[in-house]
């Protein structure tokens, strides 16, 4: 059984672009949450999802950023006009039901750089 | 606002020596409390959590931790780390039923052989 995928593990990015960030979770699991990872700071909680529903979204910055987790296929966490700033670390968790961190399963993340 | 503070950043040991790395919490309700490790290249993993119960949580690979509600603490312990053990290690608060938690901002450990 396949763990969490994510990809691509590295993106660059140019000011202004989008970043797309995929996330495949574990067979079985309906449950996908997103983190991000800033240099030097923890991993801190941005969306969770559902399939084709959005559940909690209260650390998602308002403007720019959205998630979707369609009926087929991964999350997609979309980033648009990228700055300097989303530079980070961005982890993927699954769980079969909405579940405390002790049961989500964690991908090995997405690293994006915004030059 | 919860937070949690890790007071160790950086961490450099030899093996066999012991290891202790510090965890604190500011939320005073019911918590849910966890540490994980992440290993160069690897997904973040579970180490060992505490819910409830004896509050000296033993968890994977020789790691346990102690959580003392009075002090807000729930630090992490090994008596002999090995090489092996060179990673990133995080640890989280849940409030008592949520899934958001908050995370600290990481101990890097290294261990020289």
């Known amino acids: 059984n396949a763990g969490v995928m994510q990809n691509p593990r590295h993106l660059v990015r140019r000011r202004g672009q989008e970043a797309r960030l995929r996330c495949s979770p574990m067979?079985?699991?309906?449950?996908v949450y997103w983190y991000r990872q800033l240099p030097e700071e923890g991993l801190k909680f941005m969306v969770y999802l559902q399939k084709e529903n959005i559940i909690d979204e209260s650390g998602m910055p308002k403007e720019r950023f959205s998630a979707e987790f369609p009926k087929e296929g991964p999350s997609i966490l979309r980033i648009q006009q990228v700055v300097r700033g989303d530079s980070a670390a961005y982890f993927c968790?699954?769980?079969?039901?909405?579940?405390?961190?002790?049961?989500?399963?964690f991908g090995p993340g997405t690293r994006l750089t915004v030059l | 606002a919860q937070s949690v503070s890790q007071h160790n950043h950086h961490v450099i040991l030899s093996e066999a020596a012991s290891l202790e790395l510090g965890c604190n919490y500011s939320?005073?309700?019911?918590?849910?409390l966890f540490w994980y490790v992440q290993y160069p290249g690897q997904h973040l993993q579970l180490l060992l959590k505490?819910?409830?119960?004896?509050?000296l949580v033993k968890g994977i690979k020789g790691f346990e931790a102690e959580f003392i509600k009075s002090k807000f603490s729930f630090n992490l312990r090994k008596p002999s780390v090995q090489w092996s053990d060179t990673a990133e290690y995080f640890c989280a608060v849940n409030r008592g039923g949520s899934y958001i938690p908050t995370f600290g901002r990481g101990t890097s450990l290294i261990v020289h052989p």
């Open positions: 067979k079985g699991h309906s449950h």
């Open positions: 505490y819910f409830s119960g004896d509050p």
């Open positions: 939320y005073g309700g019911t918590v849910n």
């Open positions: 968790a699954s769980s079969p039901f909405e579940a405390g961190t002790d049961t989500q399963y």
